[in-house]
């Protein structure tokens, strides 16, 4: 397959399921969406190895500035995320908006990103962080309602990163590894 595309307009999809298979990847994608309403898109990607998006200079013609990074999609990957964009009730139902409810696995094998900077004179980077993760997960979620005998909103937020994270720090010339304070 070399080239596909797809165009159009949506506003209502109610139990959508995508499945593929090729060469024993797997991909299963399940959406239900109304526009202006609640909505819920599920995606999992099953595949023999992780998927490695890897960058390694942003800046290649400046000699100043080095940016770089990547991430490792693990081989069994899956996101959801949920909404419900609704003024909400204390007694009813309230709206939302959730990301990875349904799962408490790592999304991410690794994650990082480096930065470092050559003042001009010198031929190595003098400066410079480099920050990152293995086993990456992501959970995210909010609830609201609107309290109608006052004129707010009431908020519950919960947001959790889990894995394993580290910080190296380059100051003047020199690498300091896992940076704890």
Do not use: C
């Not at 999809?13 to 309403?37: P, Q, R, S, V």
């Not at 770089?68 to 609704?86: A, E």
């Amino acid at each position: 397959m070399e080239e596909l595309a797809f165009s159009g307009a949506l506003s209502l999809l109610k139990n959508f399921k995508l499945e593929a298979t090729y060469e024993g990847e797997y991909l299963n994608f399940d959406m239900d969406w109304a526009i202006g309403e609640s909505g819920a898109v599920s995606f999992d990607l099953n595949q023999d190895e992780p998927i490695e998006i890897i960058v390694d200079d942003l800046f290649p013609d400046n000699p100043t500035y080095d940016l770089g990074g990547g991430v490792i999609i693990s081989q069994d990957f899956h996101f959801d995320i949920k909404w419900n964009w609704i003024r909400g009730e204390e007694t009813g139902e309230r709206g939302y908006f959730k990301i990875n409810e349904d799962t408490n696995e790592p999304n991410f094998d690794w994650i990082g990103i480096t930065f470092k900077y050559t003042p001009s004179g010198y031929d190595e980077p003098q400066y410079g962080v480099e920050v990152g993760g293995y086993d990456v997960g992501i959970i995210v979620w909010m609830e609201w309602y609107w309290v109608n005998y006052f004129p707010w909103l009431k908020i519950w937020w919960y947001t959790h990163i889990s894995g394993d994270f580290y910080l190296h720090l380059l100051w003047q010339g020199d690498w300091y590894y896992n940076v704890d304070e």
